[in-house]
């Protein structure tokens, strides 16, 4: 894995720059640049830290543009640039194959291979284990972001975004951790934190043993290169 450019947006927001292609994930806000590679823009589900009705308008730098919608998520008048997948659908948009899982909130996380290289972004994928939550509402949570996970058991991934929430105070890492430990991604970078980037650090200091690179995001506009 190699020549891999990743720019941190802001809240899930990423864009990936592999040597053919610009991936664009979850964008809320943040400064972006649209070049001039194969570019493809995906939006895990409608709520409006994921999905900014913006980003239908980057078509007028780059016409070539396509979007990969969760299937929840009404983007106004429709042409051929657009996709909008369920959970558990496979499709491949020139040489890159996408395929969706589920989710444990709204609509739907991506995996994506292209130039050789496996990514995925979970969305709002997570063990969601609020502090207020019912006996039963734990179990059901715990079964079904399990089950979602498992899918991934013989999937290498390369590059793995996914959520490290503060708001879920003590059980913030309960997610991510999971993850790690089952799926092993060579490469794991926490979102969906907004700007407490003091939970990252935390994060990255409980998983250091882990089987997995972990990237620190420390600011927005934060660029990596692998």
């Not at 053919?20 to 409006?48: A, R």
């Not at 780059?62 to 657009?82: E, M, T, W």
Request: aromatic residues 14%; negative net charge; charged residues 25%.
């Amino acid at each position: 894995m190699k020549n891999i450019k990743i720019r941190y947006l802001f809240n899930s927001g990423f864009s990936i720059e592999t040597p053919n292609h610009q991936l664009v994930f979850d964008y809320w806000k943040g400064p972006l640049k649209i070049g001039d590679k194969s570019i493809l823009v995906f939006s895990s589900h409608g709520h409006p830290d994921h999905f900014n009705p913006e980003i239908l308008k980057w078509r007028n730098a780059n016409p070539y543009i396509k979007y990969i919608f969760s299937d929840d998520i009404s983007a106004g008048s429709l042409d051929d640039s657009i996709y909008f997948m369920p959970p558990n659908k496979e499709i491949e948009i020139g040489d890159v194959k996408i395929k969706t899982l589920g989710s444990t909130d709204l609509g739907v996380s991506f995996l994506v291979s292209a130039d050789g290289i496996s990514i995925f972004h979970a969305g709002d994928l997570n063990w969601w284990y609020w502090w207020d939550d019912t006996p039963e509402e734990i179990r059901t949570m715990e079964q079904t972001f399990k089950n979602e996970i498992h899918k991934l058991r013989d999937v290498k991934i390369d590059v793995a975004f996914f959520p490290v929430d503060p708001r879920l105070k003590h059980n913030y890492s309960l997610g991510g951790e999971y993850f790690i430990k089952e799926i092993k991604p060579e490469i794991f970078i926490p979102m969906h934190f907004g700007e407490d980037y003091r939970a990252i650090k935390a994060f990255a200091d409980k998983v250091k043993e882990y089987p997995a690179k972990l990237i620190e995001i420390t600011a927005k506009g934060q660029e990596i290169y692998i």
